[in-house]
């Protein structure tokens, strides 16, 4: 079974970088033909797509959020990570890494529990 487990701080500052860390089990984040992805919600709001990584270390961003985000990988920890710069307060938001496949089937789905991000003074 797949399991993903979000990892990193709960608080940042403004301006600051947030980085978290997704850490993969149960599958491989370089298995065909997956998508490893970044996922939000802020309080009150519906989900938002941040971006993901690929399983040939190809990333794509939110539009939106493409200017100050960046996803890697660590292949021999089967590790994904977010980085988002400059944030604000209206980063604040749950984050959920998250596995996706290429045809979107449902059983490919699996999300890790989330992690509360916020961003304050």
């Known amino acids: 079974q797949v399991q993903l487990q979000e990892s990193g701080p709960g608080l940042v500052k403004p301006s600051q970088t947030l980085s978290l860390t997704c850490t993969v089990s149960g599958g491989s984040i370089t298995a065909n033909p997956f998508y490893w992805n970044w996922i939000r919600q802020p309080p009150g709001k519906g989900l938002e797509w941040v971006g993901a990584?690929?399983?040939?270390?190809?990333?794509n961003y939110s539009p939106s959020l493409e200017s100050r985000t960046s996803i890697s990988r660590d292949t021999s920890k089967n590790q994904f990570t977010l980085h988002l710069s400059s944030v604000t307060p209206e980063d604040t938001a749950v984050y959920y890494c998250a596995r996706d496949g290429s045809n979107h089937w449902p059983g490919d789905k699996y999300w890790g529990q989330g992690t509360q991000v916020a961003v304050s003074s």
């Open positions: 990584i690929t399983y040939t270390g190809n990333t």
